[in-house]
């Protein structure tokens, strides 16, 4: 079922900062796709197809794993890649170790910049970690997930991201692929950084906003952000922002 909205959000940055960032919160557990329009002296347009983030894709015996990677500046300015993955406890296999199930993976992170001749590949790092719980068929079941977190710090441009999870015990592993965009803060023109969307869990012990992979949105998220950033060169001139929540699906 599809649904249109006419909710708008109309954002004023006065030029004080170089990078401006911005929150947006909705209070609604819906799977939603919103869509910041830059005001410019160009006409505005809104594309309906909007292609970000990913859906879940289940390959029985192997790792499950759904990955979001945003470019976005830090508080000193400077350009990175935040990588966020979950994957799913009862997609690994588990092995009995002293009345304990646990599970050995291998996650390879590799970032590739496809602007340039030779599509250099900046960044490759390897992490083994181990999962164990004592309850086995709670573990070997459960669709709960670990989420693994890393930022690199590259320079503007365009990026293709790749994360690969190795199950250790299978040696069966899977691929996750995504593309972003940090945008150069010496452009003249100001500039938006890709939108990341984060849900805020009240089961969870910090009851803080982490970042959602997929389209799809838990029942259990009540409240969602949308955090972007915006460029700005021009000391004297303010910028407006229009966002549109354009549509949700239940």
Known sequence: MSFKSENKISLSFEPSKK??????????????????????????????????????????GYPEVRMSAIGLFDEQGNAGINITANVVYGSLVY????????????????????????????????????????????????????TFDKRYQVEPGN???????????????????????????QTERPVLTSIQLLGKDNETADRGYHPITTYDVRSKIDSLKFRFQVTNNDPEGSVIINSELVKFRS
């Open 159 to 185: 990026y293709e991201v790749y994360l690969t999870v190795v199950d250790q015990s299978s040696n069966r592993h899977t691929t996750r692929q995504t593309s972003t965009i940090i945008p150069s803060s």
């Open 95 to 146: 092995k009995e170790v002293k009345k304990t199930q646990t599970a050995n993976v291998t996650i390879e992170t590799r970032i590739v910049k496809t602007d340039s001749e030779t599509n250099e590949t900046v960044a490759s790092e390897s992490f083994d970690i181990s999962v164990s719980e004592n309850d086995q068929e709670n573990i070997t079941s459960s669709q709960d997930y670990f």
């Open 19 to 60: 990078i401006f960032e911005r929150s947006t919160g909705v209070s609604r557990f819906l799977p939603l796709i919103m869509i910041a329009v830059l005001v410019s002296s160009c006409a505005q347009s809104i594309s309906e197809n909007i292609n970000r983030g990913s859906e879940y894709m289940f390959r029985a």
